[in-house]
């Protein structure tokens, strides 16, 4: 990389399915000082588009079954970049193995760069887009140093499952902890339930981090039974609630000995607290967390509910080139994570939901107003109100409650196809349409996504009642 003439000031890109050269390739960048930034595989050309045009990375790893979409990026960004592929090497392009045949005398002697500014940004990860576009959020060293190593309280024998890209702030956090605590990292290409547990049988894994949906999923394979689980130490829940009936059929397949924790945090602050039992947390060391009333932003009192916002001991650098954005959350130091909750008078801190509209569907939080203003392309479409059916497996489906045109002849199937064609399969209407007369309001008028939402359980479930 040096070589290349990548510094400080440049950023490496990264769109790749886990495998050791993600891993090669950004410890490389963390050794020269420069941060970079990984994309999931599964992200459409047009969030691509939108988070390198934010960056603009000066040389870009990727798989080389993406590397048309990567090379339409570069070319539509007019990035001056170099791309080499990690996998499914392409004839014509330029790949790892190329990079890692060069015999360097520098090798020998190379030493890490000395980080003299421990706020200077270290990596790059996204945060959801609940509130728009994703952003790009920075991570310094001292925040890596500081909250990301000490909360997986890691040692040399541990063995850790890690399923996340170093898209997600989680995968980015076990990646180093593994490497600094010398402990061993086992990284299958993506998630794969059945696949999973073989792997903890197989490489007796001590640590595993899981999001709810990931341990339904485990939970509906059959492999479950007769897998041998007795390795496990810790699995730590992360990204949504992890409810009692879940963690109780987890259980069942675990050694006693093993300890199901629950964590709350964001790609912007990281872990900030713990669940102590059933939806009542413990804020981390280091961090402290006040209320704000929604109207006023003045501080609430204990059990008053409002908004959480955090503070760190270490400053947080922001969001990358966005210094609106960065002041819209981070006032007088302190962060607006734009969940709804309250302190009891045990000074425990009950979550209840997030604020702003969002829909979480298996790892990605999205905004339904973008599906909605893709169906409302549709001329035929008056009104649309997307809405998430929850769903243990996927989190929610989503569906939309449509008022169609009176004497529009549009089908449901229309609509979903209409959305498959231009989304990825995750944002795919697998919730079902529905053709409604109209969409629930609020007293002011205004759809109400709640009403909305539970119209199109409803609907959803007379559907399936229909089919039984
Ligand atoms: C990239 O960002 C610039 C500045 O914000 C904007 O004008 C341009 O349209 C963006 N390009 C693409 C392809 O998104
Ligand atoms: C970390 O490990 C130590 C020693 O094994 C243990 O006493 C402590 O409770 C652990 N802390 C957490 C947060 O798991
Ligand atoms: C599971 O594995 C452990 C350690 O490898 C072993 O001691 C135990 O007997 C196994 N349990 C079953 C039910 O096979």
């Given at each position: 990389m040096i070589s290349m003439g990548i510094t400080q000031s440049d950023i490496v890109g990264i769109m790749a399915t886990n495998t050791s050269y993600v891993m090669t390739v950004s410890f490389a960048a963390f050794f020269i000082g420069t941060p970079f930034q990984a994309i999931d595989i599964s992200l459409e050309k047009e969030s691509v588009l939108h988070l390198w045009n934010i960056t603009k990375p000066k040389l870009i790893f990727c798989d080389g079954a993406i590397y048309k979409v990567v090379s339409e990026v570069v070319n539509e960004l007019d990035l001056q970049c170099n791309i080499f592929t990690l996998s499914n090497h392409q004839t014509g392009v330029e790949n790892i193995e190329t990079i890692l045949k060069i015999e360097t005398t520098e090798v020998s002697t190379f030493k890490p760069f000395a980080i003299s500014d421990l706020d200077a940004t270290a990596a790059l990860c996204c945060s959801s887009g609940s509130s728009g576009p994703s952003k790009v959020v920075c991570w310094s060293h001292r925040f890596i140093k500081r909250y990301c190593l000490p909360l997986l309280n890691g040692s040399s024998s541990d063995i850790i499952l890690n399923a996340f890209s170093l898209y997600w702030s989680v995968g980015i956090r076990e990646y180093i902890s593994a490497a600094l605590n010398e402990a061993t990292l086992v990284v299958p290409y993506k998630f794969d339930a059945k696949e999973m547990l073989s792997l903890i049988e197989k490489y007796q894994v001590t640590k595993c981090l899981l999001v709810p949906v990931h341990i339904a999923q485990m939970l509906s394979c059959q492999e479950i039974h007769t897998i041998n689980l007795s390795s496990m130490k810790i699995i730590q829940s992360t990204g949504a609630k992890l409810t009692i009936d879940l963690k109780n059929r987890l259980r069942q397949f675990l050694p006693p000995?093993?300890?199901?924790?629950?964590?709350?945090?964001?790609?912007?602050?990281?872990?900030?607290?713990?669940?102590?039992?059933?939806?009542?947390?413990?804020?981390?060391?280091?961090?402290?967390?006040?209320?704000?009333?929604?109207?006023?932003?003045?501080?609430?009192?204990?059990?008053?509910?409002?908004?959480?916002?955090?503070?760190?001991?270490?400053?947080?650098?922001?969001?990358?080139?966005?210094?609106?954005?960065?002041?819209?959350?981070?006032?007088?130091?302190?962060?607006?994570?734009?969940?709804?909750?309250?302190?009891?008078?045990?000074?425990?801190?009950?979550?209840?939901?997030?604020?702003?509209?969002?829909?979480?569907?298996?790892?990605?939080?999205?905004?339904?107003?973008?599906?909605?203003?893709?169906?409302?392309?549709?001329?035929?479409?008056?009104?649309?109100?997307?809405?998430?059916?929850?769903?243990?497996?996927?989190?929610?489906?989503?569906?939309?409650?449509?008022?169609?045109?009176?004497?529009?002849?549009?089908t449901a199937v229309d609509i979903q196809n209409h959305v498959a064609s231009r989304k990825p399969e995750y944002k795919h209407l697998n919730g079902g349409v529905y053709f409604v007369e109209s969409v629930p309001t609020t007293a002011t008028g205004k759809v109400s996504r709640r009403l909305a939402t539970e119209r199109g359980i409803e609907l959803y479930n007379g559907k399936q009642n229909d089919t039984n």
């Amino acid at each position: 990389m040096i070589s290349m003439g990548i510094t400080q000031s440049d950023i490496v890109g990264i769109m790749a399915t886990n495998t050791s050269y993600v891993m090669t390739v950004s410890f490389a960048a963390f050794f020269i000082g420069t941060p970079f930034q990984a994309i999931d595989i599964s992200l459409e050309k047009e969030s691509v588009l939108h988070l390198w045009n934010i960056t603009k990375p000066k040389l870009i790893f990727c798989d080389g079954a993406i590397y048309k979409v990567v090379s339409e990026v570069v070319n539509e960004l007019d990035l001056q970049c170099n791309i080499f592929t990690l996998s499914n090497h392409q004839t014509g392009v330029e790949n790892i193995e190329t990079i890692l045949k060069i015999e360097t005398t520098e090798v020998s002697t190379f030493k890490p760069f000395a980080i003299s500014d421990l706020d200077a940004t270290a990596a790059l990860c996204c945060s959801s887009g609940s509130s728009g576009p994703s952003k790009v959020v920075c991570w310094s060293h001292r925040f890596i140093k500081r909250y990301c190593l000490p909360l997986l309280n890691g040692s040399s024998s541990d063995i850790i499952l890690n399923a996340f890209s170093l898209y997600w702030s989680v995968g980015i956090r076990e990646y180093i902890s593994a490497a600094l605590n010398e402990a061993t990292l086992v990284v299958p290409y993506k998630f794969d339930a059945k696949e999973m547990l073989s792997l903890i049988e197989k490489y007796q894994v001590t640590k595993c981090l899981l999001v709810p949906v990931h341990i339904a999923q485990m939970l509906s394979c059959q492999e479950i039974h007769t897998i041998n689980l007795s390795s496990m130490k810790i699995i730590q829940s992360t990204g949504a609630k992890l409810t009692i009936d879940l963690k109780n059929r987890l259980r069942q397949f675990l050694p006693p000995s093993c300890i199901i924790k629950s964590t709350y945090g964001c790609s912007e602050m990281a872990g900030m607290a713990y669940e102590h039992q059933d939806s009542l947390f413990i804020l981390h060391p280091n961090i402290e967390a006040k209320i704000l009333c929604l109207n006023t932003n003045k501080e609430q009192n204990t059990d008053e509910e409002g908004e959480i916002a955090i503070r760190h001991k270490t400053s947080w650098c922001g969001y990358y080139n966005d210094e609106k954005a960065t002041r819209q959350v981070y006032k007088d130091g302190w962060y607006r994570t734009g969940d709804l909750g309250h302190f009891d008078s045990n000074k425990y801190l009950h979550i209840k939901s997030r604020i702003k509209d969002i829909i979480r569907l298996e790892l990605f939080d999205i905004s339904p107003l973008e599906i909605e203003s893709e169906i409302m392309k549709m001329t035929e479409v008056v009104l649309v109100v997307v809405v998430g059916i929850p769903d243990e497996l996927k989190w929610n489906r989503l569906a939309a409650l449509v008022v169609k045109r009176p004497d529009s002849k549009i089908t449901a199937v229309d609509i979903q196809n209409h959305v498959a064609s231009r989304k990825p399969e995750y944002k795919h209407l697998n919730g079902g349409v529905y053709f409604v007369e109209s969409v629930p309001t609020t007293a002011t008028g205004k759809v109400s996504r709640r009403l909305a939402t539970e119209r199109g359980i409803e609907l959803y479930n007379g559907k399936q009642n229909d089919t039984n």
